[in-house]
């Protein structure tokens, strides 16, 4: 694929990225608005953090992606790989508490993707624990510890919120409890 195309790609993808945040953020406070009240009904009262990617974070995301995948060759390819742009971060007081959110988001939301961290395989490769001389070792305490989920919103809670929701437009939702999140 010739270079000039895939820059394209990203040009346009990023640009109408500017357009779409304020969309972004509300789908974000949508999700968030959604928890809470699942949550809430459990009696679990977590943190919540909403997020949208800055233009600049989003920017380096897909020239990163780009760069590592050959090219893109259509802002929908760069749609389908980027599912970060916005999200909602759950921080539970226990960890035992990750359960029933777990059990919560499946029940909730339309679960693209689910992908825990740290990713085994990085731990393997040295990513995690750099500076440990052998690859046997696992640190106690590795570092970060979470589930990011990669969710669509049902139909049933598109219509009780008023979420101008675009079809395949993806929310990442990540759950870490308390502990891990003041490390």
Known sequence: MAQNSASDAVQEFLKDFLKEQMYWEALAYTTQKICQRKLGIQGIMPRFEVRVKTYESLKKKVERCNASRGG????????????????????????????????????????????????????????????????????????????????????????MYGTNYTAGDIIEIQVSSIFLSSW
């Open 72 to 159: 893109y060759n259509s802002k929908k390819e760069i749609h389908d790989d980027i599912c970060d742009r916005a999200g909602v971060r759950i921080v539970v007081h226990a960890p035992i508490q990750k359960q029933t959110v777990d059990i919560i988001i499946r029940e909730t939301f339309e679960v693209v993707k689910v992908v825990q961290h740290p990713v085994e395989k990085a731990i393997h490769r040295g990513h995690i624990g750099v500076g440990y001389l052998s690859r046997d070792y696992k640190p106690v305490f590795p570092g970060y510890s979470g589930t990011h989920y990669h969710v669509q919103p049902r139909q049933e809670d598109k219509a």
